[in-house]
């Protein structure tokens, strides 16, 4: 996938040990990121936004001179920046009380540099979508702002049924999304009941991008658990 | 309290009953006294029989010996007056003085009736006139105007009997009146100490006539508050330890796993060094598992885990921990198998979402754990009666039948209170069984179908 556009977004780190500030930028640096200022403290951080007007922000919680929490809302007032938490407090309140202030994501330490790495990018790619996104797949291409597929060139529409299915494949592309999360995505919060039709769309989608229906390449079967969509191309 | 009313209808039958039995009492033991008193023989008898003893003779009159005897023996003296003259014809020996020697008709009845100068006096009648027979004083009392209405009399089994009944019911009014005011007080006493049970807080009045033992109940419930919040506190502090533990090591341990991480992927490293810094990353990985679980268990265990139950859908919460396994396994050396036959498509429990997938999660990770050189997980939900079945099996080495039966059935060192040698297991499944049991449910360890280990979870099903 070519997302090489969100390593080049601005990115402010606030936490106040130098050194996991240090290993978080090597982290973020060698994985390509070009643009990241760090602060640690409230004050920094809130001068940082000022200058650099970052497009997404990784806070801890517990800062020398105030909360991550407060520090969040503070900043969201003048624009809504992405936020991710990474902090050491793992309490289930705490994580609840991210999310509904508005978090975008919450970790708790220790972490894995790839997961680090995985759930910045998620972040990015879900703030600062392509307005166009055109997804090239083995044998078709998806156009989701036209909401259609381009296979051979045939520009066949798709239905919102399946385009809601598509995205939420495609958000999670190259992994396995599971019945219910596809149900969700489709039927809303009460998804119990729908797996057939599920099965019926996921036919119709197939038939629709797929050089050959019954041997899917491009979205293959978890047999009982779900669906996975397998992207060549993004641009 | 039940038993109160029983308790006061036994002692009122008990009050009554012995209020009789006192009566019958007194009643017997009044007729023994009058019925040795009658056996002792009536002055007046003893009157009547002298009467007829006194003999007119040519010497005059004379008393038997029998009878003079008997006179003597009562210390009586005795007089004859005469029919017609009213004046004493016999006397017998030690008349007093003071006895006058001719009467008149009223001091003749007055005789009859009473006394002569104190000494009781009994009449009888003998062929010449009236015989008085004098006792010493003080030796009888005598009713002297013994005269009551007629229909007082007539009526007196009745009037008795009314008496007898309204003093019962007095009895009991008092009785009543007395133990109401017990009652009142020992009432709040009762219901402090079955609430002292319950080991809520107890404040009783210290009011009444058992206002002492109030006082020791309210102190006895200030103990056990006392004591209870003081446990309280200890396992709030020993959770908070492990919390603040687990808080400050999750810092440095994210230096040591950003960087091991790092050298692990760095090209620049010989293969040998990077097998070192995968060694560090495994190793502190499982530390961080330590640190969650440490502080997962202690919190399930001192009941400090706020729990947020909710019904889902148990098949989707296990197919997105499968499938968030599925797509973390980046070498594939524990593949997952979701076993669809069968598994029903929803199965809908009341659970605490994040703590089912924990458990889940352990359960994978603990098949993952034990088999380095890699197995097959078999993952399935089944849908019983009215419960639901999540199992974990693995084709790896599994455990021997003693183990087995020690996890099922021995608790884990940190939740034990006696100091233990055996081997140390992990805390995966010690935090597997407390939410199972938080949530109600079942854990059972067994050898899996497929040659490995095996555990099955059972939830209560949502009743519809």
Not at chain 1, 70 to 84: F, G, I, N, T
Request: hydrophobic content about 40%.
């Amino acid at each position: 996938m070519e997302l090489s556009y969100l390593k080049s977004k601005r990115i402010l780190l606030v936490d106040d040990e130098q050194e996991l500030l240090d290993m978080v930028v090597s982290i973020l640096t060698e994985d390509g990121f070009t643009n990241i200022h760090t602060a640690s403290n409230v004050k920094e951080a809130m001068s940082q936004i000022k200058e650099y007007s970052p497009e997404m922000v990784i806070l801890d919680v517990m800062l020398p001179d105030g909360s991550g929490f407060s520090l969040m809302e503070q900043v969201r007032k003048e624009q809504d920046y992405p936020v991710l938490f990474l902090t050491a407090r793992g309490e289930e309140e705490d994580k609840w009380k991210g999310f509904s202030l508005g978090a975008d994501d919450y970790m708790v330490k220790p972490f894995l540099p790839k997961e680090l790495l995985f759930r910045v990018m998620a972040i990015l790619r879900r703030s600062y979508k392509r307005e166009n996104p055109l997804v090239k797949l083995h044998s078709s291409t998806i156009d989701f702002s036209r909401a259609e597929v381009i296979k051979a060139d045939e520009h066949i529409p798709l239905t919102a049924k399946e385009h809601e299915l598509l995205s939420a494949l495609y958000r999670n592309a190259g992994r396995i999304v599971t019945i219910d999360t596809l149900c969700e995505a489709a039927w809303g919060d009460n998804p119990y009941g729908y797996e057939n039709s599920l099965m019926a769309h996921i036919r119709r989608i197939r038939e629709k991008i797929e050089e050959n229906p019954s041997k899917p390449v491009s979205l293959v079967t978890i047999k009982g658990l779900g669906y996975k969509l397998i992207v060549e191309r993004e641009w | 309290m039940k038993s109160v009313p029983k308790l006061i209808r036994r002692y009122v039958g008990l009050l009554l009953l012995s209020s009789l039995m006192l009566l019958l009492l007194n009643a017997v033991v009044f007729a023994i006294i009058a019925s040795k008193q009658l056996s002792n023989g009536s002055p007046w008898v003893t009157a009547a029989e002298t009467a007829k003893a006194l003999q007119s003779t040519e010497q005059g009159i004379v008393l038997s010996k029998e009878s003079t005897t008997q006179l003597q023996e009562a210390h009586a003296w005795a007089i004859l007056i005469d029919n017609t003259t009213l004046q004493v014809v016999w006397k017998s020996d030690h008349l007093p003085n003071c006895v006058p020697l001719s009467y008149t008709a009223s001091s003749i009845s007055n005789v009859t009736r009473g006394y002569i100068a104190g000494y009781p006096t009994f009449t009888g009648e003998s062929e010449n006139g009236l015989l008085v027979l004098g006792y010493p004083k003080e030796s009888y009392w005598k009713h002297m105007w013994p005269s009551w209405d007629y229909h007082l009399i007539a009526n007196l089994p009745k009037i008795l009997l009314a008496i007898v009944f309204a003093n019962i019911l007095l009895l009991l009014i008092i009785y009543v009146l007395a133990n109401s005011k017990l009652l009142t007080s020992i009432k709040p006493i009762i219901n402090g100490i079955q609430s002292l049970s319950t080991s809520n807080p107890v404040h009783i009045l210290e009011k009444g006539l058992l206002s002492e033992l109030a006082v020791s109940i309210n102190q006895t419930s200030e103990i056990l508050q006392k004591q209870k919040s003081q446990l309280r506190r200890k396992e709030t502090a020993r959770a908070n330890w492990i919390a603040g533990v687990s808080h400050d090591i999750r810092t440095p341990l994210s230096m040591v796993m950003g960087y091991a991480g790092q050298l692990e992927s760095d090209t620049h490293l010989t293969e040998e060094q990077q097998k070192k810094a995968m060694v560090i990353l495994r190793q502190s990985q499982k530390m961080q598992n330590l640190i969650n679980d440490l502080n997962l268990a202690s919190k399930l265990e001192y009941n400090m885990q706020p729990i947020q139950p909710s019904k889902m859908n148990a098949v989707a919460v296990v197919r997105q921990v499968v499938v968030d396994f599925m797509n973390t396994d980046i070498d594939h050396t524990h593949p997952i198998e979701w076993e669809t036959d069968t598994s029903p498509n929803t199965c809908l429990i009341q659970a605490d979402q994040d703590l089912l997938r924990r458990a889940i999660m352990n359960l994978i990770q603990n098949s993952i754990n034990h088999n380095e050189n890699g197995c097959t997980i078999y993952v399935t939900v089944q849908s019983l009666d009215d419960s639901c079945m999540i199992t974990v099996a693995d084709n790896g080495v599994g455990a021997t039948d003693e183990q087995i039966h020690q996890l099922n059935t021995t608790p884990h060192y940190m939740v034990c209170d006696d100091t233990t040698t055996e081997q140390r297991h992990g805390l995966g499944l010690l935090i597997v069984k407390q939410i199972l049991a938080v949530h109600n449910g079942q854990t059972i360890i067994s050898h899996s179908q497929y040659g490995g280990f095996c555990v099955k979870l059972i939830l209560p099903l949502c009743k519809r």
